[in-house]
């Protein structure tokens, strides 16, 4: 009986013992990675660290030390801690033999930290290369991925790209096992298609992933890989689409996530102004100056605002700091053109556009060709020179191509006002199209914009149109709450804005309806109510 119970008690100390084992805890990180639990799967991979740093196994440490890296980096935005954990990677595979998958990852840290392009993109090469010959695909797919990320990034979008497009292959294929890989891929993926606007890229390779996708719910699941989704789904016209994931970040990260929060922020910002709801969006970039991401929302809000000398200053703050990747530097180069044709400085919009034209020259995609062709087309009609007609027809064309209604739309309105001085009908034409465009994407400031176009050219909107006497969708939101008889407080409650903001839309509701005063608002409303429930 006594042997059996040390027998039992010699059994559960071994138990514990191999739990403790670095493999061991790293199958606990793993599983609890997959549930989505990042602290505990953190804490798990910090021990499987110290377990396989007693038991020896340097390679094993070292992909824990990695791996903790890319928690810290890519989940959490702390970079800082990142570095740290990537260095210590680094120590540990310095000794690394050549050949051996071990010295292949020691080469793809090192091209990761390093600031030479020619030469971090040869270290990445003989990292893919030793991963091939050692049959280590974690390896492969994660240099390609990072030496995609790295060429997209600086100018070589197509060799970039088909880096990515290959490492994405060998991800759907089953290969690669480890998830900090999958999930980096995938983000960095989703943050390339967003800053190329590579929209039909993004939506193909989640299609073709659809199965492996969903079973492992591995796309966007990063706070950084849902702010870029949502990124791409606002230039992509998929509004709805693009607030869910960017709320879901803001949900799952708190506040003491700052660049994080703020790059979502940012982009929910870049949204709402889609969307019209400027002050709105100047709440969300409140304190956020300084953001890396910041400088194209908040200078697009203050035009929106009419403050274009204000716009033109951080814009060209901006692009004068130098260091932007091409399609950075030429998304701000267009929105200054804008800035500077509303400012009447049409001299320097000129230069903004020629550097602009230039950028686009040297990109083999459609997205700055569109930008080009839009500002160009801009300036012809400011100045009544060139062929206004031309370039706004390439703009069209190219922001069709790249799956960018809303921009597309654009085009064509300003279109219609470069042939309002010598085709109506044609102008009337264009204007409708962007119009409808503008309705089905619910993109209420642009829709008011057309409708004024219309009008302009002696024409009134269509029934059932929109015109600027509509209550946006935001407004009828608040009249409804305000006929249920909440205050302004208890109401940006509910729909998370300020009592400040719910003050400009009930203002703007009550001259939109002509009523005078908030109780014939709420009349109004408990009257609209009765009108859709019926007697």
């Known amino acids: 009986m006594t042997d059996g119970r040390l027998g039992r008690a010699t059994d559960r100390r071994h138990a ?8 061991a805890l790293e199958v606990l990180a793993k599983a609890l990675h997959l549930e989505f639990d990042y602290p505990g799967s953190m804490q798990a991979y910090e021990r499987a660290y110290v377990a396989y740093r007693r038991e020896g196994n340097v390679l094993a440490a070292a992909r824990a030390a990695r791996t903790l890296g890319w928690f810290h980096g ?3 935005g702390e970079w800082a801690v990142y570095r740290g954990w990537i260095g210590r990677a680094l120590t540990l595979l310095k000794d690394a033999g050549a050949g051996t998958n071990a010295h292949g990852w020691l080469l793809a840290a090192q091209a990761q930290a390093g600031s030479d392009l020619e030469a971090q993109k040869q270290l990445y090469e003989q990292a893919i290369d030793t991963a091939r010959r050692c049959g280590d695909p974690d390896l492969e797919c994660d240099a390609l991925a990072s030496l995609g990320i790295m060429l997209a990034f600086s100018g070589y979008k197509p060799e970039g790209m088909a880096c990515l497009d290959e490492a994405l292959a060998v991800i759907c294929a089953g290969e690669v096992e480890d998830l900090s890989v999958v999930e980096g891929v995938f983000c960095g993926l989703l943050h390339a298609c967003e800053r190329t606007n590579d929209v039909e890229r993004a939506e193909q390779w989640l299609r073709a992933a659809g199965e492996f996708v969903r079973a492992r719910r591995m796309a966007a699941v990063g706070g950084y890989c849902r702010a870029y989704y949502g990124g791409i789904l606002t230039a992509a016209g998929r509004w709805s689409e693009a607030e869910n994931e960017l709320a879901t970040a803001l949900d799952v990260f708190g506040d003491e996530h700052r660049n994080i929060r703020g790059s979502v922020l940012c982009r929910l910002a870049n949204l ?19 953001h890396e991401d910041a400088a194209r929302p908040l200078a697009a809000l203050h035009l929106a605002r009419g403050q274009p000398e204000l716009a033109r200053d951080l814009l060209e703050r901006t692009l004068a700091a130098g260091g932007l990747e091409d399609a950075v530097e030429g998304a701000l180069l267009a929105l200054l053109v804008d800035v500077q044709l509303a400012a009447g400085v049409v001299e320097d919009a000129a230069r903004a556009v020629d550097r602009l034209s230039a950028l686009a020259d040297n990109q083999s995609g459609t997205y700055l060709r569109a930008l080009a062709a839009m500002a160009r087309g801009k300036l012809c009609v400011r100045t009544g020179s060139g062929d206004a007609r031309s370039c706004l027809h390439d703009a069209m064309r190219f922001f069709g191509q790249s799956l960018l209604p809303v921009d597309a739309a654009r085009a064509q309105l300003e279109l219609a006002q470069a042939l309002a001085m010598t085709n109506v009908v044609a102008a009337v034409a264009q204007a409708n199209a962007a119009l409808e465009c503008f309705l089905q994407l619910h993109a209420d400031r642009d829709a008011d914009a057309a409708a004024a176009v219309l009008r302009s050219l002696g024409v009134a909107p269509r029934p059932g149109q929109r015109t600027g006497t509509q209550l946006t969708r935001r407004e009828a939101e608040v009249l409804e709450l305000v006929g249920r008889g909440l205050s302004n407080a208890e109401i940006g409650e509910r729909l998370f804005i300020s009592p400040k903001t719910v003050e400009h839309h009930v203002g703007r509701i009550l001259a939109k309806l002509d009523l005078s005063t908030r109780s014939r608002a709420v009349a109004y409303a408990q009257a609209s109510l009765r009108r859709q429930v019926g007697p």
Do not use: F, K, N, T
Request: aromatic share 4%; hydrophobic share 35%.
């Open 74 to 76: 890519s989940v959490y």
């Open 16 to 23: 514990d013992a191999a739990a403790e084992s670095g493999e």
């Open 272 to 290: 709402r102004l889609h969307q019209g709801r400027v002050e709105e969006a100047g709440e969300l970039l409140g304190g956020l100056e300084q």
